[in-house]
Each structure stands twice: as structure tokens, then as C-alpha cells.
């Protein structure tokens, strides 16, 4: 059994900063790509950055600039480091995840449960 489990959401500033963090746990034989997506109300699940196992990483051209994505390998943990929040970057964020639950097992895509962020103006 895998789970994500997100952290770091909250409500915050316009042009504050916060930090999601994202931890992968239980039957964990490879993380493979991990990243991060948005949903706002009324409004599809976009992706909002990536990062490969490797570390190569993509990012919505909406958050480049502003968000940096990295990995912890080690604690299979993926990071959102968010700065000059806009009101627009409202959302909850999912962490996504493939990963190989064993030797003998497909990679499969896993979701965490969301965390809200709320960007006043």
C-alpha cells in the first residue's frame, strides 16, 4: 500500500511564500516521477511543476519563476517552495507520484488527499 501525504497549505498574503511538502510512504520499491497539480473551483486539475527521479524538472509557465520543485530521494519527499503568491494561485494541491510498490510491480500513478491554499488580496 502507497500513500502521499501533503503538508504545508494554509492561507497566506499575496506576494507571501509557503512550502508544501509531500511524503511517500509504505510499499516503496522505486519513486519515480513525482510533481505537483492544482485545482481551483470550476476549473480542471492542471499541473503545476514536476521533477524526475533525476531531478530534471518542468514547470507551468503560469508558476516559473515564482515556485522551485526538489526531491529529498532519501525521505521520499518532494517539495513546492511557493513565492510571490497572486490570488490566482488559490487552489488545492495534489501531489502525484509514480512509483513501484515492489519488484514484481507495474509503476503506478499515486495521488495524495490535497492541501488548500488560499492567497488573499
Known amino acids: 500500500q502507497v500513500q502521499l501525504v501533503e503538508s504545508g497549505g494554509g492561507l497566506v498574503q499575496a506576494w507571501g511564500s509557503l512550502r508544501l511538502s509531500c511524503v511517500a510512504s509504505g510499499s516503496l520499491f522505486s519513486v519515480n516521477a513525482m510533481g505537483w497539480y492544482r485545482q481551483a473551483p470550476g476549473q480542471q486539475r492542471e499541473l503545476v511543476a514536476a521533477?524526475?527521479?533525476?531531478?530534471?524538472?518542468n514547470y507551468a509557465d503560469s508558476v516559473k519563476g515564482r515556485f522551485t520543485i526538489s526531491r529529498d530521494n532519501a525521505k521520499n519527499t518532494v517539495f513546492l517552495q511557493m513565492n510571490s503568491l497572486k490570488p490566482e494561485d488559490t487552489a488545492v494541491y495534489y501531489c502525484n507520484g509514480r512509483i513501484r510498490g515492489s519488484v514484481f510491480a507495474r509503476e503506478s500513478e499515486y495521488w495524495g488527499q490535497g492541501t488548500q491554499v488560499t492567497v488573499s488580496s
Open positions: 521533477i524526475s527521479s533525476g531531478g530534471s524538472t
